[in-house]
């Protein structure tokens, strides 16, 4: 037997590899060290002793690690149920499921519930999960200029004139976790409503951050039949997985047509557990939610002194441009002790190769001017 790589068997698998580092590309995994200007960790909820305490009571009530099997096998645990329950009625949706990420529930929806002759209007700018779906999925799928709702008009009435008959989905992010800016979703809802189309809301970032008691900025949508929203449990709810809520038709024909709903092991029930509590804690205490805002306007005031353009939301954008000049600024401000990741293209557009500032109560203002500080100096010595 050849010693491996020796063949040429993983050669091509090598030569990509060199090629993204050719163009400052090649990614790798870091461990989390210095102070969390990383993560999405919104409301500081991941460490937060009451999630734990609630997960430490049901295990000690029996809950188990593990589901054991899918949903629709053994899987389907008592806690799944009444998270679902308790968050229809949080966020006023019919139904709700509960997937193992968002990434996944994203996935299943956009294959399962557009049909052959639909066709779906996407942000630009949406989820990486929500492009995919769209390409496996049997709708036709277009793209329209990020927040141009008179491009998503034109798109549709493109497809109308063609001979289109079917169903329009509008596709967007609530807010967009690359450059922290809000959709226009008032006008969005006007305009589905306007084309008789479904439009689906990831409210990832939003979700436990905005609206009356952290609902999301969709929260004045949802409960229609014409709207799906996605809110995942894994970022300012501090735990993990995803809660789809629609129309009970809709959640029923993902039950019986999903098929990573169908054939994937359910989440742990002791995540449910931590979601029901985490949905609890953003209701019982709204100091979260207002000293996080306290903090993003500290860093509009920090970052404009330093000549950054804010954002106005805890995703704070320093756009850099080069590739190589953004990962080695990013490394430059992790060696001080921030962790500061550094974003590149595919996951940006071509020449915005920027550094993503996350704004979390695991930090305070105090670290945030430091930061400032840092980054003005850093800039200025690797200034292009």
Same mark, same amino acid.
């Given at each position: 037997m050849s010693e491996p790589g020796r063949s040429g068997l993983l050669e091509r698998y %090598?030569? &990509?590899? =060199? @090629?993204?580092?050719?163009? $400052?590309?090649?990614?790798?995994?870091? !461990? /989390? #060290?210095?102070? $969390?200007?990383?993560?999405?960790?919104?409301?500081? +909820? %991941?460490? *937060?002793?009451? +999630?734990?305490? #609630?997960? =430490?009571?049901?295990?000690? %009530?029996? &809950? !188990?690690? @593990? #589901?054991?099997? *899918? /949903?629709l096998l053994r899987g389907n645990a008592e806690e799944h149920e009444r998270l679902e329950a308790f968050a229809a009625d949080f966020f006023h949706a019919e139904r709700m499921l509960y997937f193992g990420g968002g990434y996944v529930a994203n996935f299943a929806a956009l294959t399962t519930l557009p049909q052959k002759g639909d066709l779906l209007v996407m942000d630009k700018l949406v989820h990486a999960s929500a492009h995919e779906g769209a390409r496996v999925g049997r709708a036709l799928a277009v793209t329209a200029r990020h927040n141009d709702v008179d491009a998503f008009d034109d798109e549709i009435r493109r497809f109308r004139a063609s001979g289109g008959a079917g169903r329009v989905w509008v596709v967007v992010e609530s807010l967009y976790s690359m450059d922290g800016d809000r959709a226009p979703l008032a006008a969005l809802m006007a305009l589905a409503d306007r084309h008789d189309a479904f439009l689906f809301i990831d409210e990832a970032h939003a979700t436990g951050v905005y609206g009356a008691d952290g609902r999301g900025l969709a929260a004045p949508f949802e409960g229609r039949e014409n709207v799906l929203v996605l809110h995942t449990c894994g970022k300012a709810l501090g735990g993990s997985g995803a809660l789809l809520a629609g129309a009970k038709v809709l959640c029923d024909y993902l039950v019986n047509r999903a098929r990573p709903f169908l054939f994937a092991t359910a989440p742990s029930p002791l995540m449910a557990v931590a979601a029901e509590a985490a949905l609890a804690l953003v209701t019982a205490e709204p100091e979260r939610r207002a000293r996080l805002a306290a903090l993003v306007a500290h860093a509009g005031r920090e970052l404009a002194r330093i000549g950054v353009p804010a954002s106005g939301s805890q995703i704070q954008p320093v756009i850099v441009g080069d590739n190589g000049r953004a990962m080695a600024l990013a490394a430059a401000l992790q060696a001080r002790g921030f962790d500061v990741r550094g974003v590149r293209p595919p996951t940006v557009p071509e020449g915005t190769a920027r550094l993503r500032v996350s704004l979390t109560l695991n930090v305070d203002e105090a670290a945030v001017t430091t930061l400032a500080d840092a980054l003005a100096e850093e800039m200025g010595s690797r200034a292009a």
């Open positions: %090598a030569a &990509t590899l =060199r @090629g993204l580092d050719r163009r $400052d590309r090649l990614r790798a995994l870091a !461990p /989390r #060290a210095g102070r $969390d200007f990383a993560s999405n960790d919104y409301l500081g +909820l %991941a460490a *937060s002793g009451r +999630l734990a305490d #609630a997960v =430490r009571r049901a295990l000690d %009530a029996g &809950t !188990p690690v @593990g #589901a054991g099997g *899918s /949903r």
